[in-house]
């Protein structure tokens, strides 16, 4: 049996070669961020990648390509906002292909603030302190490192299995994955690109279906803003209310919110449907007739199609 370091657990061999070890004096954000903070939107004006993580002699950079490498980082102290964001995605705008990569682990000897792991899709992140919520696209395990919490992302486990391991809080079977754990996420289903279901129960964040292709994430409870954002395929179902920017530059795919959908309802919105009790949509999305398809697909799902509008 190997532990995380790829070793066997009755190697003499010390399981920290090789690892890259990061010593914090304050909080720090973005860390493991292979998104650097959304580099694309700010240009570097937020978070420069090749400046040193403050003091140490690693750049944010260097700890990605270390993770992209399937090596392991240790964080000794406490962690900032959004740890881990987008977490073995080869993402598009740095050269990649937009693909899910095999990546490394994050260890955390310390207390991590919110958003840790949001639109995660590979990679394991073991926590030894306390979490702030929301976290992102994450459920957690057995852990197999003493004294350890482990989570891994939803995406992940949906797609590739539990290969062994134990959810806690939550339950697989086969391709339909039931998360009732009381835990308040982001971006849940995150980059899903497969036939599966996901069920949420209780209330969400951030960005739920961000970016998904394929399946169905149901939320039985409200979500927050940005629901449905980039949606490029499958049926995202909010059983509850969303807040503002529902359906923000979708691109395809079904959203569905069994409440009202928010202000600024399907801003810079390309193609897909939506289908709500209530909402304010931007131009050019704009309010249609409910057709017998799409009272069909609400009974589908189990939702009631009385009282839906449509927008398009």
Not at 86 to 102: A, H, R
Request: glycine content about 12%; proline content about 3%.
């Amino acid at each position: 049996m190997l532990n995380i370091f790829g070793r066997k657990k009755d190697s003499d061999e010390n399981i920290y070669e090789n690892i890259l070890e990061i010593e914090l004096k304050e909080p720090v954000d973005c860390l493991c961020d292979f998104t650097y903070n959304f580099y694309w939107q700010h240009q570097g004006e937020k978070m420069n990648p090749d400046e040193n993580v403050p003091g140490n002699e690693h750049t944010f950079r260097e700890v990605v390509e270390h993770l992209k490498k399937g090596q392991n980082i240790k964080i000794l102290g406490e962690v900032g906002h959004r740890l881990c964001s987008s977490m073995g995605v080869n993402l598009q705008y740095f050269g990649g292909d937009g693909k899910d990569i095999e990546v490394g682990n994050v260890i955390i000897d310390g207390n991590v603030d919110s958003r840790m792991g949001i639109s995660m899709a590979r990679g394991s992140i073991y926590v030894k302190g306390k979490i702030k919520e929301p976290i992102g696209n994450l459920i957690e395990l057995k852990s197999d490192l003493k004294d350890y919490r482990k989570f891994k992302s939803i995406t992940d486990i949906v797609t590739n299995g539990l290969n062994g391991e134990k959810l806690i809080g939550g339950e697989l079977s086969r391709k339909r994955l039931n998360i009732d754990d009381g835990i308040i996420r982001d971006t849940v289903g995150a980059r899903l690109n497969i036939d599966s279901e996901i069920i949420h129960y209780g209330d969400v964040d951030l960005s739920t279906g961000i970016l998904m292709r394929k399946g169905v994430v149901k939320v039985n409870g409200n979500a927050g803003k940005n629901t449905g954002a980039l949606l490029n395929g499958g049926t995202v179902v909010i059983n509850g209310k969303s807040d503002d920017f529902s359906a923000i530059e979708m691109k395809k795919g079904t959203l569905i919110i069994n409440g009202d959908a928010g202000k600024f309802m399907g801003a810079q919105k390309k193609n897909g449907v939506i289908l709500a009790k209530k909402g304010n949509p931007i131009p050019p999305t704009e309010q249609k007739n409910l057709e017998e398809s799409d009272k069909q697909l609400l009974i589908s799902l189990g939702v009631n199609p009385s009282g839906f509008l449509k927008f398009e």
